[in-house]
């Protein structure tokens, strides 16, 4: 790790070793000069910059956990060819060479699968269901994730998706059959559930498969062009089973969706008899990722084949369940699948921190412009509108990492009573946090100008590889109304129960509603108190008027259905507004177990922020008079403030995430050396 | 052209013909079914949709000139297997293979501009600058970033920088000696301005030139790294010669940057002494454009090479120059890269166009989730949501083709008197439609789900393709704030002359502030006057603010170039009120040529989405009072009206923008054939 230390000796032997470095490499500068002023040199931003706080001690609150494990796979990455290490500016960075095919993509992401199976980095991801097995599973997730999403989301689909149907939707004779052989890839997984014609609305798949009691089989087929298998990772190259989703007809009737496992391949990686698969082909990013689609002919499998934790049929063809309700059915068997949510939630704001981390350190050492003529040029961080660009998103992608370290735990330690409120918390952090990462995404690249757009830079490369994010597992946009819908649901209950609110995090309007003071200091704006009540105001005046016009668009005559979406503004207003009530309160509560001092400082700074932009940026505030003309003034004036007091603090906060100069990228870092003509292959 | 014929009987036929395909396709369905519901087909969306108005004309409208070298060009790519042709869904599509690794795609776009050479496509060029030649250039380059960004930008850094420089910045024998070859492409042109260490700020260039008059050569010399020329499109593989930008020295005393004529390969394409060569490696989009990296090593070149029409160098050494002042003479060596910014504001709408033509197709003949059981699945487009989602960028996408053409005849008229209003209106638009784009860009591949992050289906990979548009030529925050910054300056010598402004748009500050009714009725809201009146409102509002601001900063001390960086963010309102009022001026005055009639009710209907949305989005509207609590709600009620009234014309909208099928993508049409087994290649 190359952070500082936090030790002030420490801190003084590094900070020699890193300008005895860069003095060294000036005298190798032999260039001719015909003029006396010195061309522009590439500083180390560790030079001029401050360490007001611990930065080990920021890191180990951001990664919560398993801080050994995310430092060997770190280092297992680096040490190994695989992973494309290159020379630039002195040091070394990992990286896919995305200038390959996606043919060559897939083959080294599998290979790079392969070394760390043999390195033991999946040992116990599905058979050590350990509280502790668990948290390693999602952090060396996390890690993977780093270095290139192909590779996270490739090992997610074997793991989570084939791996989680098989633990989740599976019963005994399954685990037993297919975890031990999963986790050693004896066998690869895939999860066929999308379809050409159906992706988010999974009730409406179009595959149907039937029983055949004489022969104790199930026959899954493939009906028409529409319901052929699509965007299946693993498909198109290297998967040997898959899931099936598909409608299970018994006695002619509808049983609604239920799960199965078929071969798709032999050992040997031929296609089997009665299945056909093509490729999905090449994509603006994740060519990593074998997306394939598959077309299932009458295809036969053995009855014990069903995934039965739901429902089974009988060998003589009874269909049983337990639930009677086909809709209640079908949400079992997507619970699970909530895993997917919280990975993606964290992936995204790992990619968001990957990304600022570069593009603040590389606005601590590029100049433009002078503001006097005899001045030298100023530091891009140093223009209050660049600050304004880029510390507003650091402030959010703080908070939304103690919000991932929240879903994490919430998630390893769900019950069946906290099931509902983890869906929706997850749901609702999925669209907000992918969202996010786009946004923040595209304001690094840009904030880099067009070293932004070099790949190797990584930052505008991760557009690409996390644009998926936003759709996949649940598109953002059905998310957000499908979140705002289950409190409109809770809160008609509630109303008609006319009992408090329980358990979905909406405790905070069993009391009376919150009064915001007429006129808002920055002391005030800076209170704890503030900053939750009117989050709180917010949402709670949101919930009400989508109640309102739902049931006045149901009064003048619209389906309950059809009013819900009529109000889809509100919604996802609503739906904004208890993302970042709950993240907020997920950041008081990790910055409350920490004692006074300066981390617990520029932690109040962060959580400030993250309140005055989220107020800046919701027009809602003023739209509904959550705030006066005069406060939202006051708001904007805040968040200039704010801008210039973590300036002082911008590299240690990136420096605090932790990530790996490898990880990192040329600009990050002596970007002259590295453009350097002695650094070009000749 | 595929785009149904005005009169009622030629339509009629083309719906029948499009029905009989359609019959004939389904008969060919020879699917197994275990249930009697059918299942998805793919309709087209010609057979359900209305056209109410004559797509011919509003395709004249929107193209607005040469619309047979349009069709030409079309035609021409087309015909080649050079663009790539392929068969999907019983359709032909050219597009590039963007699975090709970079050096792939940069052979096959010389090799297009090749082929459009020889079919006398850039004839004229350079030689022919008479107003018709002017246009045919222009559209050209049009349609040929239909095709794809890179062989634009290719052809653009040819013709427009290297042909443009030494059309603009040389002389009769610049001229003579070589705008005939360039067009031929005898010489293939670069353009070597921006350096590692500085790109927007184009002063600060560390290249170093001087006079040897013993010789009666310059020696051009890269100093230091930092110095090497960047980003220079061609200079990795194609260019034999470069425009070089040099600080110039004279007797040891630095006369400013100058543009100078230098080879960097032979006809052979090897390399010239002195000059080293590297690459940029590989992009997240453009990657059929070669750019690189320059180092001259004292290269010598003759007296003549520097482009003299500003200065000149006399053989025995002096300097001359007609103007003085070293700031003017920077500025008169700058004022001919506008076309640059006009050309990215074109270029930047054609690809929004594409996007929303392929992703409103797609809502078309997509459907997702029942409102009730027993009804079939709905449309995309007919969800409320998804039409908020892409109507008012289809919209703005109408507003400004309309401010483009108008653009683009400032800018073929221009005079030396409206260079400076031309300069601020392309600034504007340059960073105002690209940002746009960019976010159509995002919407439509959201919008398409998994389908948009397919290559094949163009809107996701449009992403990385223009990204660049952003920062290059000028980084679009940069841009904005010199606009606001024109205008101050401006608002403040009017002041100080106490005359009327006169030239750059502010003319309508002249006469009294508006008044704004205190309720706005829908009728208001889609009137005329309103509508202007609310857009002058808060450009003048935001003007005198601005000043206000920058003149408080200044009494508190601080330089005025400080005090207008602390108030960027009046600066950057500012600049987008200037920008949408600018916008809105050109559709009024498309709309009014146009007579009464269905096509002229559209045009309405867009062009006040298009204020309503920008008052919905600008929070300005609130937080300086323009606009009531109550008169924002009624805004966001006609967002919501228009939505509606848009919605049974947003095929026709689409089939308007005239791009052939060919150009647009598979989902566009009949998706469920394109991905069918047997369109599969086995």
Redesign the interface.
């Known amino acids: 790790m190359a952070s500082p230390s936090s030790s002030s000796i420490d801190q003084v032997s590094w900070r020699a070793s890193v300008l005895s470095r860069h003095l060294q490499q000036s005298t190798d ?1 032999s ?5 006396s002023s010195v ?3 590439y500083s180390p931003p560790e030079l001029s910059e401050k360490f007001e706080f611990d930065v080990r001690e920021m890191r180990r609150l951001l990664d919560d956990h398993n801080f050994e494990d995310r430092d060997w796979l770190m280092g297992l990455m680096m040490q190994s060819n695989l992973f494309s290490p290159r020379n630039s500016g002195g040091k070394v960075f990992v990286s896919p060479d ?5 043919e060559q993509q897939r083959e080294v992401t599998m290979k790079r699968i392969e070394y760390l199976l043999d390195r033991g980095v999946f040992k116990g991801w599905l058979t050590d269901r350990t509280l502790e097995g668990e948290m390693r599973k999602l952090t060396l997730m996390d890690v993977v994730t780093v270095f290139d999403h192909s590779l996270s989301v490739k090992i997610g689909v074997h793991f989570f998706l084939w791996g989680g149907a098989i633990q989740f939707f599976g019963t005994k004779r399954h685990h037993d059959k297919w975890l031990k052989d999963t986790e050693d890839y004896k066998v690869k997984g895939c999860f066929a559930m ?1 379809e ?6 999974v009730r ?1 798949i ?1 595959t ?1 498969t ?1 029983y055949d009691s004489n022969t104790g089989e199930f026959v899954i ?1 493939t ?6 298998k ?2 299946i990772g693993g498909a198109a190259n290297h998967a040997t089973h898959t899931i099936v989703f598909s409608q299970l ?1 018994i006695n002619g009737s509808n049983q609604g969706v239920h799960a199965f496992i078929a071969q798709i391949r032999d050992l040997d990686g031929n296609i089997c008899p009665n299945i ?1 698969i ?1 490729d ?7 060519n990593g990722v074998d997306n394939g ?1 598959i ?1 299932f002919d ?1 295809v036969r499998i053995p009855r014990e084949n069903l995934l039965n934790s739901v429902a089974d049929v009988s060998p003589d063809g009874q269909y049983l369940s337990e639930i009677k309700d086909p809709d209640q059915r079908f949400a079992a068997f997507l619970a699970p699948l909530t895993s997917g949510r919280v990975n993606i939630a964290g992936g995204s704001i790992c990619s968001s921190k990957i990304s600022l981390a570069i593009a603040i350190r590389y606005s601590l050492t590029r100049r ?5 003529a005899s001045r030298p ?1 100023v530091l891009l961080l140093d ?3 660049h600050q ?2 880029l510390l507003p998103l650091l402030a959010k992608t703080y908070a939304m990492v103690f919000a991932v370290n929240y879903l994490t735990k919430v998630y390893v330690t769900r019950t069946p009573k906290t099931n509902k409120s983890l869906h929706i918390v997850s749901s609702a952090f999925k669209a907000m946090f992918t969202w996010h990462n ?1 946004r923040t995404l ?1 304001e690094c ?2 904030a880099c ?2 070293q ?5 830079n990584r930052v ?2 991760l ?2 590889e996390f ?2 994010q ?3 597992e649940g ?3 059905v998310l957000m ?1 499908q979140v705002s819908k289950a409190l409109l649901a809770e809160y008609i209950s509630a109303q008609k129960r006319k009992k408090p609110f329980e358990g979905l995090g909406l405790e905070h309007m069993n009391g009376p509603s919150p009064v915001i003071l007429a006129q808002l200091t920055s002391s005030v704006l800076r209170s704890t108190k503030f900053q939750m009540d009117i989050f709180c105001l917010r949402e709670r005046d949101l919930l009400k008027r989508f109640a309102d016009d739902v049931s006045q668009h149901q009064a003048q005559g619209e ?1 309950k ?2 009013a819900v ?2 109000s ?2 509100l919604a ?1 207003d609503l739906a904004r507004a208890y993302s970042e009530r709950m993240v907020l309160q997920t950041f008081f509560e990790s910055e409350t177990c920490h004692s006074e001092g300066p981390l617990k400082n520029v932690l109040g700074l962060l959580k400030t922020m993250y309140v005055m932009i989220c107020l800046e940026e919701d ?1 809602s505030f ?4 959550y705030l006066s ?1 005069e406060n ?2 006051a708001v ?1 004036k805040e968040v ?1 403030k704010l801008c210039s007091e973590l300036r002082p603090h911008a590299l240690s906060l990136v420096s605090s995430f932790g990530i790996p100069d490898a990880f990192l990228s040329p600009i990050a870092f002596n ?3 590295a ?3 002695s650094s ?1 292959h000749h």
Chains 1, 2 share one sequence.
Not at 196 to 201: A, C, E, F
Not at 368 to 372: E, T
Not at 622 to 625: A, E
């Open positions: 500068n260039f001719q000069s015909l003029q061309c522009l040199q995305y200038n390959q095919s996606m999308t050409l014609g159906h992706g988010s609305n409406g179009e149907i039937t087929n009906p028409c062009e529409s319901a052929q699509y965007w007809y056909r093509a999905c082909g090449h994509k603006i990013g994740l689609r077309w009458n433009a412009f002078s503001v006097s040029e223009y209050p509108s304004r660009r786009m595209q690249r840009e100008g067009g932004g757009l070099k790949t190797e505008g490369n557009k690409g644009d998926v936003t759709t996949f598109d953002n946009n109304q389906s259905a059809h979406l009529l889809f503004q996802e027009a003023l739209r509904y008079g003309i939202a003034a904007r200039m970007w002259v050396e453009n350097s003509w070009v």
